[in-house]
């Protein structure tokens, strides 16, 4: 028999086999007291529909003390639900099960609908028709660790950005909010938030225009987890998390290099998307260039529209002057993943 501490930590980190026993559902129907909410600037997951919850234990609340890495109380539990053509496919949870142990599990519904198993470690191919001969895959656990635990909190997209009340209008793919969903006023309201956060503007991009705001609030989701200053790849100089601007990418130079061009492509170049890598790389149909390298097998067209025509409308300074590398990292690490 296992020692009972030995025994407890494996318990605790056990995530159920069936989704049905997770907490989510209570008699077929989302349980109450499971918060829903949508970020202003969700993920690009092949085009699924996705709904999100939160649960917290019963009489705790957030930490906000740190702006950037709120704390989660034990037994808290986030749900994302995946769907594609109305049929829900997979629902992953994270579970914080004790004060340094975060879970993650992935649940594949079944044919019926009625409940979803527990996905195997090393993840599932083929759970949804893309068409032209892609499928949406259920990620590994390795992959949801790389992605999630590659900043100060494992926990994304469900930051005080993200459930601004103050609603990017032109975020792609970005739902209505509805009544039931949770946003930094409803948080406040039920006094889920300790402390409470200070009073004053709600928190938004700060951009020269409208679409300038869009674009950087999708790059900091979509690329920003992995392209931080701290993160494993910042040898390659680009910083996409919220609020580091444009300083590493428009006029600088990448380590990318658009097939075509003789030396390394800029990153953004303005007024010119054809060669602008980061452009390039995001739009790319070409599994081996595409970026961000996992979790998709279709790249984000509409996104690649907005970013188009933003790059289109940058004035070039016109003194054919190309920065070098932006001040993110300390030089090339990994030039396959460079944008």
């Known amino acids: ?45 092949d085009g699924a529909g996705k709904s999100r919850w939160i649960a917290l234990p019963p009489g705790t609340a957030i930490g906000t003390q740190n702006p950037g890495a709120w704390d989660f109380p034990v037994g808290t539990k986030f749900w994302k639900e995946f769907a594609f053509g109305g049929r829900k496919v997979e629902t992953r949870m994270l579970w914080k ?24 470690a090393a993840g599932v191919g083929d759970t949804a028709d ?64 300790d402390p409470p956060l200070p009073p004053g503007p709600a928190p938004r991009i700060q951009a020269d225009s409208p679409r300038a705001r869009a674009v950087l609030g999708y790059l900091a989701t979509n690329c920003g987890t992995c392209h931080t200053p701290a993160s494993p790849i910042r040898g390659v100089s680009l910083d996409l998390t919220p609020g580091s601007g444009t300083a590493t990418t428009v006029g600088r130079l990448g380590h990318y290099r658009i097939p075509g061009d003789e030396a390394p492509s800029s990153i953004v170049r303005p007024g010119d998307p054809g ?17 961000p390298p996992m979790g998709n097998a279709l790249p984000d067209r509409e996104a690649a529209e907005l970013v188009r025509a933003w790059i289109a409308s940058l004035r070039d300074p016109g003194d054919g002057r190309t920065l070098p590398p932006g001040p993110a990292g300390n030089g090339p690490s990994d030039p396959r993943r460079a944008p």
């Open 1 to 45: 028999m296992l020692p009972r501490f030995l025994l407890a930590l494996t318990l605790a980190a056990a995530p159920p086999a069936q989704l049905s026993l997770t907490g989510l559902y209570e008699e077929g129907r989302v349980a109450a007291g499971n918060l829903r909410y949508s970020p202003q600037y969700p993920l690009w997951s």
């Open 275 to 291: 060669h602008s890598s980061l452009l390039y790389r995001m739009a790319s149909g070409h599994a081996e260039a595409r970026m």
């Open 97 to 120: 099960a004790a004060e340094t142990e975060w879970v993650y599990a992935a649940y594949r519904w079944r044919e019926d609908q009625r409940d979803a198993d527990l996905a195997p």
């Open 130 to 193: 893309l068409g032209g001969g892609l499928s949406h895959a259920i990620p590994s656990t390795a992959d949801c660790r790389a992605c999630h635990e590659n900043g100060p909190t494992p926990v994304l997209g469900f930051t005080a950005l993200q459930l601004s009340p103050d609603r990017d209008p032109l975020a792609p793919h970005a739902e209505p909010l509805e009544p039931d969903m949770a946003t930094l006023r409803t948080l406040a309201e039920r006094r889920l938030l």
